[in-house]
């Protein structure tokens, strides 16, 4: 069974603001949904930044790709 989530939901998830969710979208995270009704599939998120390439990191940006990847690993051993 599909899990649907919010922005909310997956920003919790990840331990990431609704504003890197909303990048993340725009970067092509799957998403159902415009405007203020948009949904996420639990699966179909978790493959998908299990899959992104790390992108190239500003000198004043902090790196959490680590952080993401122990939590998806953690949580969805493959």
């Known amino acids: 069974m599909q899990k649907y989530l ?13 504003q890197s969710v909303y990048e993340w979208r725009q970067a092509g995270m799957p998403h159902i949904g415009n405007g203020k009704l948009i949904f996420y ?12 390439r790390t992108p190239k990191v500003k000198a004043k940006e902090i790196d959490r ?14």
């Open 6 to 18: 919010k922005t909310k939901d997956v920003a919790k998830m990840f331990n990431v603001s609704h």
């Open 41 to 52: 599939i639990e699966e179909e998120i978790v493959e998908w930044i299990r899959n992104r």
């Open 65 to 78: 790709s680590k952080e993401v990847k122990e939590i998806i690993e953690s949580n969805y051993p493959k």
